[in-house]
């Protein structure tokens, strides 16, 4: 293979962790402890989703302004344009601005439950692209942006994928986060044909730990990436064994990063899912340590 060993690996990376908006109290202290587990590992940022349809934007809100004001770790808050105007997207990215939050992750969203098919609110953005160029005329905000290794759903092919992505950083993205995957050499061929079109800004594999299979399994038919074939053997016969499940998928996940890290990726982006010891587990393999503690 050619990827250094686990032992090898210095932990010369940079890390970025993603958590959802809690909705009772009881998740909110999960999510807090997992912020609080993770943050000495030294994020380069921590970013929260936005509901579908912008249902979360309050909680969204308050959690991350809270991580980066209580916790210290640079935030950065999701935003889509669906089922919004555009003067209600940029009130909330300025508000956003206001609190002193400086990155948003810029998406299009997904169309409400049972609607056939995307349409941008009347008055709305468009896609993301248009949003990037909305909230780059309200602030001069970092901006992240989704990307799709194995082309998303909507697109009619993967090069109009790319086209898009290029779109997004045209108007003004830094970074692109990918949907998550399982196959290195899917985002090693998307790297290269980013490259091709001309993209130079960074793209970062979104790293899934699998906490459920068979929740990962309906994810991944509605955003369609492929679960490798030997994925659900390896799974088979844990839905009871919690512990088990844990440490195979560490495992699975830890691999993945090292053989990216062998491709030359040196950034990587957590789905946390709002728990922390699967990442925390990932981070420590590929050598991150908490900061100020020698490896
Ligand atoms: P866009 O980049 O606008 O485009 C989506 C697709 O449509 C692309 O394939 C593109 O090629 C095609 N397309 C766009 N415009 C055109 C056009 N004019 N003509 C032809 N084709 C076009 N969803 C949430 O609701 N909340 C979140 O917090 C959230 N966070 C995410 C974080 C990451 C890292 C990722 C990868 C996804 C996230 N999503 C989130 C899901 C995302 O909203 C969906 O994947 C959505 O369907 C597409 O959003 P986008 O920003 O990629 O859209």
Redesign the pocket.
């Known amino acids: 293979l050619g990827a250094p060993l686990f032992s090898d690996l210095p932990g010369d990376i940079a890390v970025s962790f ?1 958590f ?1 908006p809690p909705k009772s109290d009881r998740m909110a202290e999960t999510l807090w402890n997992s912020v609080a587990t993770l943050a000495p590992l030294a994020p380069r940022f921590v ?8 249902s979360t934007r309050t909680r ?1 809100h308050e959690q991350v302004v809270r991580i980066q004001n209580e916790a210290g770790i640079p935030a950065a808050a ?5 089922n919004a105007t555009r003067e209600e997207v940029d009130a909330v990215a300025r508000h956003y601005w206001e609190e002193g939050i400086r990155h948003i ?7 409400p439950e049972g609607a056939s098919g ?1 349409a941008p609110h009347p008055g709305g953005y ?6 990037i160029a909305g909230l780059k005329r309200v602030a001069d905000f970092e901006i ?5 290794p194995e ?6 092919d993967a090069q ?2 790319i ?3 290029k ?2 950083f045209d108007a003004g993205a830094t970074r ?5 995957f399982f196959d290195p050499e899917c985002f090693f061929r998307f790297r290269d044909k980013a490259a091709a079109a001309g993209i130079e800004g960074e793209i970062v594999p ?1 790293i899934m730990p699998v906490m459920s299979f068979a929740a990962v399994q309906r994810m991944s038919d509605l ?1 369609g990436t492929a679960i490798p074939s030997w994925m659900e053997g390896l799974f088979e016969g844990l839905d009871e064994r919690p512990a088990a499940r844990q440490l195979v998928s560490a495992t699975i996940a830890a691999e993945l990063c090292r053989r990216l890290y062998a491709g030359g990726v040196r950034e990587f ?1 957590f ?1 946390t899912l709002n728990r922390a010891e699967l990442s925390y587990a990932i981070c420590h393999m590929l050598g991150k340590r908490p900061t100020g503690t020698a490896k």
Do not use: M
């Open positions: 993603e959802f970013s929260v989703t936005y509901g579908a349809g912008g969204t999701h935003l889509t344009c669906v992750v810029a998406l299009r969203g997904d169309p995307y468009e896609n993301a692209a248009d949003l992240s942006v989704a990307a799709y082309v998303h759903p909507d697109s009619p109009a994928d086209d898009n992505l779109a997004k692109a986060i990918t949907q998550f979104g955003c982006h789905y």
